[in-house]
């Protein structure tokens, strides 16, 4: 009866630690209602540009990670070319200091170590949870490579904009050096004018 009744509380035991495994979800980004910047040229092509600020539910959403909690804002940007020419974006044309996405990535990782830390120390008094603690950090490590990979195809980078296409992607600024008001200048590569668009609260989409 013993024996059973200890079963019984170590499955009860690994069930708890299975159902909080690490996992990484997330929703795709979805293009911003953008509004006309500028006339390029005389026919009448435009940029057309849009921004969010994203609070901690959107960090949860499309990000799968609170990175305000990280100390960084994520701002979306969405920026349609509608010129006849290719324009470059790239972080250092941005007036707010941006990172890379690889800084952000490894602080909203989930900490295998701890987690096997955490299961294993309970796994030297009950054996039967050393399997779910090794299970834990499998998926833990699963969950960071899946983060990884949305979060590289998520962030903007330097890139160029080509005639007819669209950039609509994450930039990351340190939380105590965000501003609401902020400039990205775009280069145009045939004859190197460039293109400011301004953000500011009023614009935010």
């Excluded at 959403?61 to 609170?66: A, F, K, Q, S, T």
């Excluded at 490590?141 to 949305?150: G, I, R």
Aim: charged share 20%.
């Amino acid at each position: 009866m013993i024996c059973t009744a200890r079963l019984s509380l170590i499955c009860v035991a690994v069930l708890i630690v299975l159902s909080g495994c690490a996992s990484y979800k997330s929703s795709p980004l979805h293009r911003l209602a953008t509004t006309p910047v500028k006339v390029i040229e005389k026919n009448k092509d435009k940029v057309l540009f849009a921004h969010r600020v994203y609070n901690k539910a959107d960090c949860e959403r499309y990000l799968g990670r609170d990175v305000l909690a990280a100390g960084y804002q994520p701002v979306q940007l969405t920026i349609t070319n509608q010129t006849q020419r290719n324009l470059l974006f790239s972080l250092n044309n941005v007036s707010l200091p941006c990172v890379n996405q690889e800084v952000v990535k490894s602080l909203v990782h989930t900490s295998t170590t701890s987690r096997a830390v955490g299961y294993g120390i309970p796994g030297l008094i009950l054996a039967p949870l050393i399997v779910p603690a090794i299970v834990d950090s499998i998926w833990s490590s699963e969950a960071n490579k899946q983060l990884d990979v949305d979060y590289d195809a998520k962030s903007s980078e330097e890139q160029t904009i080509r005639s007819g296409e669209t950039l609509n992607g994450v930039i990351f600024v340190p939380l105590c050096e965000f501003c609401q008001t902020f400039s990205i200048t775009l280069l145009d590569l045939k004859n190197s004018k460039k293109l400011e668009l301004r953000a500011s609260p009023e614009n935010v989409a």
